[in-house]
């Protein structure tokens, strides 16, 4: 008698609260939170709502933000606005919390609070699902906001809804290992847990210089970064990071991937894994370098679903809105085991951001390689040498 077994397989949540896609950071950013909308559209299109069990959470408290970000910073936050920054109270403060600026990445928007508690909110509920075992895939494509600091905006990120997660899952879980894909260094989630065991963070980035010299953003993330170098310090060793340059392709990232995530999880052991799936390491992003077509990027998720443990899901950057509606669409597939049709389904509302040759003609799987034409300049010496170093610097942790 199986009656009283749970149903076998992955059960799969799904995160999401509409109000967040109406957020606007300004017409020149590269930021689009209505690639939510597009995201979500692919998804009922598809029929996928069927498979998976919706919630729509309720916004982040002040109180659950303070976990991880100081009052002051927060307080700021919550009361800044278009209207008020330019009083000279504000504008002592502005610059020191990481808003504005020359580059203006983190500009004060209308419903600024209210954004980063609705993507917040979304990542502490994903989380707490994981943690009552209500699903052991949960997904908030909203979320993964890797760049914030305690005390500042960084990189279009205001609010750290990840390390507010890992925080929440730290509670009934002993070790996390936290995955990041994006194309960018997830800096705010390293040095958030830079003094800790208890979470381990591999970062997969471009790391490099310009013509103008100029570092790719954040600009940290070496392959010699691993954390604190005292040996007291618990944190030793326990984070790592994967340093790419510009072109890489599908069979070269995935390779990379599976032997260095399969490695981490191997020695690391985690309770828990939380993905960011930032979805501007494909190919023809708007910021992005790399050449990755949409299955490739979807393989990261297909391979650690298969560690069959606890996964949360988050978003990320992600700067063609077709393509990040694509690819997060194709992940949400793959967590509940389905396949999709490469056409797509001739009632999705708009239909017409996905057709056409420049937008992919209509399909799915869209061949992205090289849209950009950056240059493949990773060679097998460097990626074998990468991975020889990734390994080594594994040492530092015990099995
Ligand atoms: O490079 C910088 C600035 C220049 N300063 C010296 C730093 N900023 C980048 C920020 C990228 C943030 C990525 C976020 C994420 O990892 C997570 C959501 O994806 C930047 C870039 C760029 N090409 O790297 N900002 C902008 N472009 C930008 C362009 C137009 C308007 C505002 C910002
Ligand atoms: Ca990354
Ligand atoms: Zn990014």
Redo the contacts with the bound molecule.
Sequence with gaps: DYGMEKPQGSSVSFHYNPNVEYHH??S????KPWRLTLTKQLILAYGLEYTMELHEPRPATLDELAIFHDREYLSFLKNITPQNMESADNQAHILSFGFG?????C?VFDGLWNYVSLYSGASLHAADSLLNAQSNIAINWSG????AKKNAA????YVNDIVLAIQHLLTQNQRVLYIDI?????DGVEQAFESTDRVFTLSYHKFGFDKYN??????TGAITEMGPSDPANRGKGHTLNIPIEDGIDDEQYMWLFRTITGAVNEKYRPNAIVLQC?A?SLGGD??GKFNLNIKAHGYCVEFVKGFDKPLLLIG????TPRNVARTWCHETAVCVGATLHNNLPTHLPYLQAFQGEENGGGVLYPDLHNTKRHENVNSVAKLNSIVRSAFENLRYIEG
């Design positions: 950071f300004g020149s950013h590269p930021m600026g020359e580059s203006n990445d500009p993964g906001l890797h760049h960084s990189g279009f990120c994006d194309v960018h260094h997830g100029n570092p790719f953003f954040p600009g930032g501007d708007r910021l990320g950057g992600g700067y």
